[in-house]
């Protein structure tokens, strides 16, 4: 993996990420020693080192009975408890295998909204399919997830039997609390445990994204090999030119101490759509705190070229833009020659079309720098488990030290529990008698 920030130094005064050097090791050191806001999550730092072989194969055993006896398979969960698998499993996956016939399940995704549209025409796709569930939740009571695994247990019970289902359900929780795990002892489902010291968007390398990316017939043990290469990479005492996460890290700071508030996340490869939704997560849920924190936007290009191209070229330029760029294709395809040339494009004939996609890059970077957009590119050399592992650990690495540049806890997010209280006060849920009542006087 490498990174250029050439074309984002242009727009920062002289030794701008220099200057954020001492600020750099300092949080580096932070996240090491334990001495850091949030430091009882810490556990990302080093989990790619600590996976063992012995565990790697637990988690290909228990995909294995799920391959064996699953024509689908639905991740319920929300957040950080689905968006890194999702990410792994659709940047690797056959962009149309769902239309093919596979030898690995169907993996699904759902407990990640409350669209009853959406959880109705899952359970009419699930009728008559042999179906397993992969319960991702370490309370059990996150409202969208408990819903979807109240009708998806039922549902496997009542369609596979008692005894499949305790076959075919597997829990991904806390070792010892909550209801998620109250229910798999209970049942006798196979479980996993989420550890204590590692929050949800920081998880992708814990069960909650290997087991179902094992599901799906990908590499785990490439995965976790890249995200160790990467962590050694990122090893606090290596120079600032040599670590990409602390290069990233300084480089988006510096840039946001310039007056730019949004970055933009923007790749040429549809197959990581969401990996801008993961990033768009542990970016946006580690830094947007105590007023402060880069808003974190993604687009896919040149799809969205055709939509918020000229609002990237030419809106307030309050924006900067980092570009994951994917060197080599896993495929060959030329454009083809036409006789009657109608569209014009015989010049482009006997060209592969990642060229074409190669200058359409190149050609919207100086398009966007000269429109004042500063511009840092992260490229790896192709789509693999190696470097989406890489990847996964440089994002995360990186934001730690951000955070903790910013001057906020990285690793928290009390935000997110406003709009539960609301609901839940106005769905009378028991003990929130009194937010039900100051809600309903704001209402009247």
Not at 98 to 124: C, H, M
Not at 343 to 354: P, T
Not at 406 to 418: D, I, K, R, S, W
Request: hydrophobic residues 40%; glycine residues 10%; charged residues 20%.
């Amino acid at each position: 993996m490498q990174i250029d920030i050439s074309k984002a130094q242009q727009f920062l005064a002289a030794g701008a990420v220099e200057a954020l050097v001492p600020q750099v090791k300092a949080a580096q050191e932070a996240l090491e020693h334990g001495t850091c806001l949030g430091n009882d999550f810490l556990g990302w730092m080093h989990l790619p080192s600590s996976i063992t072989p012995e565990f790697i194969a637990e988690i290909n055993e228990t995909a294995k009975v799920l391959q064996d006896n699953c024509e689908a398979v639905v991740v319920a969960g929300i957040g950080g408890s689905y968006l890194g698998a999702r990410m792994v499993i659709d940047a690797l996956s056959n962009s149309f295998g769902w239309l093919q016939t596979s030898k690995y399940p169907r993996i699904l995704f759902a407990g990640n909204n409350i669209g009853e549209d959406y959880l109705s025409e899952l359970v009419d796709y699930l009728k008559g399919v042999n179906f397993g569930v992969i319960n991702i939740s370490k309370s059990g009571t996150t409202t969208e997830t408990a819903i979807t695994f109240r009708l998806l247990k039922k549902m496997c019970e009542d369609q596979r039997g008692k005894e499949m289902a305790k076959k075919v359900i597997v829990a991904v929780t806390d070792a010892k609390k909550g209801a998620a795990r109250t229910t798999a002892d209970k049942e006798g489902y196979k479980s996993f445990i989420i550890p204590d010291n590692v929050g949800g968007r920081f998880s992708v390398l814990t069960p909650v994204g290997l087991l179902p990316i094992a599901v799906a017939g990908l590499d785990i043990n490439m995965l976790v090999k890249g995200a160790q290469d990467m962590e050694a990479q990122c090893d606090m005492n290596a120079p600032l030119e040599s670590n990409p996460a602390a290069v990233y890290a300084a480089t988006r700071n510096a840039i946001y101490q310039s007056g730019k508030k949004i970055e933009i996340l923007a790749n040429y490869q549809p197959k990581l759509h969401n990996l801008g939704e993961w990033w768009k997560q542990l970016y946006g849920e580690s830094e947007g705190k105590d007023g402060k924190g880069i808003f974190p936007a993604s687009v896919d290009l040149t799809t969205d070229l055709h939509s918020m191209g000229q609002w990237i070229q030419e809106g307030e330029r309050t924006i900067f833009e980092t570009v994951v760029s994917v060197e080599n294709p896993n495929t060959c395809l030329e454009v083809p020659s036409d006789e009657e040339n109608l569209d014009g494009l015989n010049f482009l004939a006997g060209k592969r079309i990642d060229q074409v996609n190669k200058m359409a890059e190149l050609g919207t970077q100086l398009a966007h720098v000269d429109g004042g957009v500063p511009n840092i590119r992260i490229s790896i050399s192709k789509l693999d488990e190696y470097n989406i592992g890489q990847l996964i650990y440089f994002f995360e690495k990186a934001c730690g030290i951000s955070g903790l540049i910013l001057g906020v806890n990285p690793f928290n997010q009390p935000g997110v529990e406003a709009y539960k209280k609301n609901m839940f006060a106005l769905l009378n849920k028991p003990g929130y008698e009194a937010e039900s009542k100051a809600i309903q006087a704001r209402l009247q």
